[in-house]
């Protein structure tokens, strides 16, 4: 038995020792061909939903006096998220498997119960690194036009990835929490369901600084091409469709009141296409995503 033991430890190390290069190259492969078919059974379809229009969007000094993450809806918001869950409706498929992402804060709570009212089965989870932005925990300096006027003069001057609100955060604070959010979409996206090829779509409803950086974070755009982003309007939708090589790449824009605006097949692939900046496209590298 002794002898039988020496000649398998043997064995195995001459194997280890003369196949190392293949048998690393053989792992790799499978790891290669495992990823593949992982991105092509991710779901077909991601969309990012901005929080629709909330009472700070009428009164700024709102920020003043209550808590960032208590802000609701106005009655035009309420009216919004239900026009976009109408028309989000129409556009995903009845059998589709939905899931949904959503910022823990009242505002974007309320969009997603508006929107879920048309999709009788769903899965739903609440992330707090989807909150938006934190501009510290009361905004004193939107009561004081002057204050105000300052503290926006300065983030134009330090550029909105990198400013930071006193007491807040900055855009780069936010970029980080996003980039650990997607280890959790990515893992959730993985998850196989008991029918292997049943399509699913994944939406997030988030905030307008918020969803541009998971943009900006997917697409690996450049701070200057960030800083160059229109705003996601309230109730707007990006379409991100998945293609056949795995990648994601925004399709369509969806506004709350009923109009539609296709990307040119061209820039499919270029995020501000969608925006509607007027730049030219971006080519980056692919994403792991």
Not at 54 to 59: E, G, K, R, V
Not at 92 to 107: A, L, M, Q, T
Request: hydrophobic share 35%.
């Amino acid at each position: 038995m002794a002898a039988l033991g020496i000649g398998i430890t043997l064995s195995a190390y001459l194997i280890k020792r003369h196949s190392g290069p293949a048998l690393e190259y053989f792992c790799w492969k499978v790891g290669y061909f495992a990823s593949n078919y992982h991105k092509r059974h991710r779901p077909h379809l991601l969309i990012l939903v901005r929080t629709t229009e909330s009472l700070a969007n009428i009164d700024n000094a709102v920020y003043a006096s209550v808590p960032d993450n208590k802000i609701g809806l106005t009655e035009k918001g309420i009216s919004q998220a239900d026009n976009i869950g109408k028309k989000l409706r129409e556009y995903i498929d009845k059998n589709d498997d939905v899931s949904f992402f959503v910022s823990p804060f009242e505002r974007a709570r309320v969009t997603a119960r508006e929107i879920i009212k048309y999709f009788p089965t769903y899965r739903y989870f609440e992330d707090p690194r989807l909150r938006a932005q934190e501009w510290g925990n009361l905004a004193y300096f939107q009561c004081d036009e002057v204050k105000r006027k300052e503290v926006y003069a300065e983030r134009t001057k330090v550029g909105r990835f990198f400013y930071r609100f006193q007491s807040g955060e900055s855009g780069a604070d936010v970029y980080d929490r996003i980039s650990l959010f997607f280890e959790t979409l990515y893992r959730q996206m993985d998850l196989q369901t008991n029918e292997i090829n049943k399509k699913r779509t994944f939406l997030i409803v988030g905030h307008g600084t918020l969803l541009k950086l998971i943009l900006m974070r997917y697409e690996r755009m450049s701070i200057e091409d960030f800083h160059k982003m229109k705003n996601i309007g309230n109730g707007e939708a990006i379409i991100l469709k998945r293609f056949p090589d795995g990648r994601y790449k925004v399709t369509e824009h969806i506004f709350p009141d009923g109009t539609e605006e296709n990307s040119n097949p061209a820039l499919a692939d270029s995020t501000l296409s969608i925006i509607k900046n007027d730049i030219s496209c971006l080519h980056k590298p692919s994403s792991p995503l």
